[in-house]
């Protein structure tokens, strides 16, 4: 399969109306087990301070807005996991702005807690969260250096790097121009990194913001590279844009249900040894068809917290999952933000894998 060439997924991507019908029976045929696995999680938002304006992004905040969170103190953000392990989340997802300690304001709150950098508090938090909950620190900061990767490996189960897409071209329109960290160079290097470092990792695609149907598959194409040298990919994340008023992009038209489906079935077919994510609450009348299409996560869903990322769409209840699952034939699967088969001493720090030995 990784032999597939650009021009041969394009095609399927450009599939018609029976052609979708058998690349959804194909890439449904890939799954090994009829179980959809789930994240039970908490979202911190540490920061929404980031040095990148995403033409698509409601989350940045300018330092000066009135709805700017600077940064979450230690207190807060520990009262919010200690919640978390009440309600048995096991994953701590920590995603924010990238380099936000550019930005002075952070720079100065950091300072006062006694931190040198964001990622030397984010390595404390991720610790606190080790030695006092049973959560797992799953990080998504964005694009890291080797050295910082390592650094962070030693208190994460998991961490994560929405790819996005490869396309160079969209570093000079209104979704990427202004966002140096989102050059694809970059990202790539940043996952490639991971990969020599044996970090499981998540990566992902967002669909509709720009970018062509050869863009899609030589972004696909990428990241099953990247796998073939590594092997560290666990989870590959298929987002829908969604518009919102306000944002540059807000008149950039949504990927259409054929799209995404070909998109994700497309993705199953390359990938059926990583899982494949569609986050149900960005698609709450259409993610049944995404599991027939070959998706087999539903990713990170919290009973305590939104998505910040996308506040306007709230997970849907566990019980709701469930049944949409099993109307399907399939199991819901709790997973932990590290896939079963990382879980060995090669992917995991020793920090790490002790702690999910003992349980
Ligand atoms: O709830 C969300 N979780 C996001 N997650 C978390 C994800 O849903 C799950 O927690 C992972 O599946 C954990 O393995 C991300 C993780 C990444 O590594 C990279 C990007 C994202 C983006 C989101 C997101 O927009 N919303
Ligand atoms: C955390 C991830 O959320 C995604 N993201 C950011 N803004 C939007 C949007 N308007 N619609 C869908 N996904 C979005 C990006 O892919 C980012 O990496
Ligand atoms: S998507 Fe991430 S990198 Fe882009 S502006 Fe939003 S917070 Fe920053």
Redesign the pocket.
């Known amino acids: 399969m990784s032999k597939i060439s650009k021009e041969h997924v394009s095609s399927l991507l450009n599939g018609k109306c029976d052609d979708i019908i058998s690349l959804m029976a194909a890439a449904n045929s890939k799954r090994s087990n009829s179980t959809i696995t789930y994240s039970k999680n908490v979202f911190l938002p540490l920061t929404n301070i980031c040095r990148n304006e ?1 033409g ?4 940045k905040k300018d330092k000066n807005d009135s709805d700017a969170t600077i940064l979450m103190k230690p207190t807060e953000v520990m009262k919010t996991m200690h919640r978390a392990d009440e309600y048995g989340c096991r994953e701590a997802l920590f ?1 924010f702005g990238e380099h936000p300690d550019d930005v002075q304001q952070v720079k100065i709150a950091l300072e006062e807690l006694g931190f040198e950098s964001m990622l030397n508090y984010l390595h404390f938090l991720c610790e606190e969260t080790l030695n006092q909950t049973d959560l797992l620190p799953h990080s ?1 900061p964005g694009i890291l250096k080797k050295s910082e990767l390592k650094f962070l490996r030693e208190v994460n189960a998991s961490m994560g ?2 790819l ?1 897409t490869t396309s160079q071209r969209l570093m000079k329109t209104v979704a990427h121009e202004k966002s140096p960290g989102k050059d694809p160079k970059l990202r790539i290097e940043t996952i490639e990194n991971a990969g020599k470092l044996k970090i499981p990792f998540t990566t ?3 669909i509709g913001i720009g970018e062509t149907v050869d863009e899609r598959a030589e972004s696909l194409l990428e990241i099953r590279k990247l796998h073939d040298k590594y092997g560290h990919i666990q989870e590959i ?1 298929i ?6 008023p306000g ?1 540059p ?1 807000q008149d950039f038209k949504e990927p259409s249900l054929a799209e995404m489906v070909k998109m994700v079935a497309v993705t199953k077919m390359l990938f059926p040894d990583a899982g494949v994510q569609v ?1 149900p609450n ?1 698609n709450r009348d259409t993610t049944q068809i995404f599991v027939m299409a070959g998706a087999d996560d539903w990713g990170g869903v919290s009973p305590i917290t939104k998505d910040y ?2 506040p306007e769409a709230p997970w849907p209840e566990l019980d709701e999952l469930q049944m949409i699952t099993e109307e399907l034939g399939f199991q819901m699967d709790e997973r932990l933000p590290v896939y079963p088969k990382f879980l060995s001493e090669e992917f995991l720090s020793d920090k790490i894998f002790e702690k999910i030995g003992k349980e």
Do not use: A, D
């Open positions: 995403c698509y992004c409601t989350f995603t998504n790097l929405m996005e992902g695609l967002l994340i987002q829908n844009f969604k518009s919102k944002i992009m986050p960005l990322v996308n």
